[in-house]
């Protein structure tokens, strides 16, 4: 057999400590899986006399992870500190740098170092492994990097953060607002305390800008991102959905279109009847769209200590399983000094359908105004509702617009033409609708 494969795990939080678990616990399987052991030879955290609820003594303890990744006896460095600077970073670096191979779950890492990264790595000719940096448990990044070759994809679109996803799984189920649900979020453990990075999209941002370079062979955006949080979505937009045959979810979606590639992260309605309209709470789920295979649809757990163990133990079976001296796939699936610069495509170019729910003062000559201002921008409406106003609210009422297909420059247009012309109680909403089978 051949020799056994050495570990050094930096981070024994939730998911460090949950490899270490699992690397003990299935050491048998892996062995025959792999045709090699796998022992974790070297660890680094930040208080060494925590309880991990693991017996991690047979390894070296290390305080410094850069340490770590420079001087252990170790073939893979695992990382799992999180954080896009600072110990993660440097350890990731000195770690490639070393020639050992790396793994990470480090979505913030790679959406801003991700390129400098796999340039030192195809460099060394050593792995750069990150699984679980994308939709947690899913392996999303396996099928778009291995098991999709000669497809070309035209849209990557998913459901990548489980609070979000959890938060609108509620606001729908139980009729209760965004506030209520957040906070509850919160006592569950599945929204942070300070939840901005989460619900205002940062995260779905960070995992779509490596979608993106995976599925269009380009350098790493995640500066350029079109982004819009979940905090404005009220009970009346989903109301309105429903009764439309659409579900509200956070997705991020990136796009080839002929003036660019779209990145954009957003609430959008999806046909109640779509399969990833059928993803309820805390799941994540990712749908690629190809030339060959049409649209796929890979959808499980996002997050969570064992979920992102096994897509972290998948990336280091990879590693004992890779024959020494055989070249490995390149780290984007294109070699890293080849990913084109991206270019964008503007986001008031963006064609598709939209819901406009707007707020109105019940007179006359409001809904012929609307339909006018939609009539001059070239929007084509698909339905336009007048809802009674809630006894309370007799002096306004609620007009409801799904348009055909259109542009984002013509809605904003017509929308700021109808704020003009001074028919509005209330701020406009705007949803955008996405296709999904
Ligand atoms: N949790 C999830 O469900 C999930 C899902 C997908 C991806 N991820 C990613 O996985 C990574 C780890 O997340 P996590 O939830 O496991 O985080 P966590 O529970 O906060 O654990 C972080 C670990 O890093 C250690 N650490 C922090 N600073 C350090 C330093 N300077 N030197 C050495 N060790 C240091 C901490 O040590 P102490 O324990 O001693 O404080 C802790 O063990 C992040 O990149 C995250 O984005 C997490």
Same mark, same amino acid.
């Given at each position: 057999?051949?020799?056994?494969?050495?570990?050094?795990?930096?981070?024994?939080?939730?998911?460090?400590?949950?490899?270490?678990?699992?690397?003990?616990?299935?050491?048998?399987?892996?062995?025959?899986?792999?045709?090699?052991?796998?022992?974790?030879?070297?660890?680094?955290?930040?208080?060494?006399?925590?309880?991990?609820?693991?017996?991690?003594?047979?390894?070296?303890?290390?305080?410094?992870?850069?340490?770590?990744?420079?001087?252990?006896?170790?073939?893979?460095?695992?990382?799992?500190?999180?954080?896009?600077?600072?110990?993660?970073?440097?350890?990731?670096?000195?770690?490639?740098?070393?020639?050992?191979?790396?793994?990470?779950?480090?979505?913030?890492?790679?959406?801003?170092?991700?390129?400098?990264?796999?340039?030192?790595?195809?460099?060394?000719?050593?792995?750069?492994?990150?699984?679980?940096?994308?939709?947690?448990?899913?392996?999303?990044?396996?099928?778009?990097?291995?098991?999709?070759?000669?497809?070309?994809?035209?849209r990557v679109f998913g459901i990548l953060n489980g609070t979000?996803?959890?938060?609108?799984?509620?606001?729908?189920?139980?009729?209760?607002?965004?506030?209520?649900?957040?906070?509850?979020?919160?006592?569950?453990?599945?929204?942070?305390?300070?939840?901005?990075?989460?619900?205002?999209?940062?995260?779905?941002?960070?995992?779509?800008?490596?979608?993106?370079?995976?599925?269009?062979?380009?350098?790493?955006?995640?500066?350029?991102?079109?982004?819009?949080?979940?905090?404005?979505?009220?009970?009346?937009?989903?109301?309105?959905?429903?009764?439309?045959?659409?579900?509200?979810?956070?997705?991020?979606?990136?796009?080839?279109?002929?003036?660019?590639?779209?990145?954009?992260?957003?609430?959008?309605?999806?046909?109640?009847?779509?399969? &990833?309209?059928?993803?309820?709470? @805390?799941?994540? $789920?990712? /749908?690629? %769209? =190809?030339?060959?295979?049409?649209?796929?649809? #890979?959808?499980?757990?996002?997050a969570g200590g064992n979920a992102t163990a096994s897509a972290?133990?998948?990336?280091?079976?990879?590693?004992?399983?890779?024959?020494?001296?055989?070249?490995?796939?390149?780290?984007?699936?294109?070699?890293?000094?080849?990913?084109?610069?991206?270019?964008?495509?503007?986001?008031?170019?963006?064609?598709?359908?939209?819901?406009?729910?707007?707020?109105?003062?019940?007179?006359?000559?409001?809904?012929?105004?609307?339909?006018?201002?939609?009539?001059?921008?070239? &929007?084509?409406?698909?339905?336009? @509702?007048?809802? $009674?106003? /809630?006894? %309370? =609210?007799?002096?306004?009422?609620?007009?409801? #617009?799904?348009?055909?297909?259109?542009?984002?420059?013509?809605?904003?247009?017509?929308?700021?033409?109808?704020?003009?012309?001074?028919?509005?109680?209330?701020?406009?909403?705007?949803?955008?609708?996405?296709?999904?089978?």
């Open positions: 057999m051949a020799e056994a494969l050495r570990v050094g795990i930096a981070g024994l939080g939730t998911v460090g400590a949950s490899v270490a678990r699992v690397l003990r616990d299935k050491a048998a399987e892996l062995t025959r899986q792999c045709g090699r052991d796998i022992v974790v030879t070297a660890v680094s955290a930040r208080d060494r006399k925590r309880d991990r609820g693991i017996d991690l003594s047979a390894a070296t303890w290390f305080d410094d992870p850069v340490q770590m990744a420079e001087k252990a006896d170790i073939d893979v460095f695992v990382e799992l500190i999180g954080g896009d600077e600072g110990p993660a970073r440097l350890a990731v670096k000195a770690a490639l740098e070393a020639g050992r191979h790396v793994v990470t779950a480090n979505k913030a890492l790679l959406a801003k170092h991700g390129v400098a990264l796999a340039e030192i790595a195809e460099k060394k000719g050593v792995l750069l492994n990150y699984e679980a940096a994308v939709a947690g448990g899913i392996p999303v990044i396996k099928t778009m990097r291995e098991a999709m070759a000669g497809n070309a994809v035209t979000c996803n959890y938060i609108l799984t509620r606001m729908e189920a139980e009729g209760i607002s965004f506030d209520a649900c957040l906070k509850d979020a919160q006592r569950l453990g599945y929204a942070e305390a300070d939840p901005t990075f989460d619900i205002e999209g940062h995260d779905t941002a960070h995992k779509l800008s490596i979608l993106t370079s995976l599925a269009f062979g380009t350098k790493i955006a995640a500066n350029d991102i079109y982004m819009e949080g979940i905090s404005n979505i009220s009970q009346a937009d989903i109301r309105a959905a429903a009764d439309l045959g659409y579900r509200i979810k956070l997705l991020g979606v990136a796009q080839r279109t002929d003036s660019g590639i779209e990145q954009r992260v957003h609430p959008t309605m999806v046909p109640t009847a779509s399969v &990833i309209a059928q993803v309820h709470g @805390v799941t994540n $789920a990712v /749908a690629i %769209e =190809t030339d060959i295979l049409g649209e796929l649809l #890979l959808s499980g757990p996002g972290v133990i998948g990336d280091i079976a990879d590693i004992a399983k890779s024959r020494p001296g055989f070249q490995h796939a390149p780290v984007f699936g294109w070699p890293a000094k080849e990913l084109k610069p991206y270019k964008k495509a503007r986001m008031r170019s963006h064609a598709g359908g939209y819901f406009i729910r707007l707020t109105v003062h019940d007179r006359t000559g409001v809904f012929a105004a609307i339909a006018k201002r939609m009539a001059d921008n070239d &929007i084509s409406l698909e339905s336009i @509702v007048q809802q $009674a106003a /809630a006894p %309370e =609210t007799q002096a306004q009422k609620t007009v409801i #617009l799904v348009t055909h297909e259109t542009t984002e420059a013509a809605v904003r247009k017509a929308v700021e033409g109808i704020t003009k012309d001074g028919h509005l109680t209330d701020k406009p909403q705007v949803i955008r609708i996405e296709r999904a089978e």
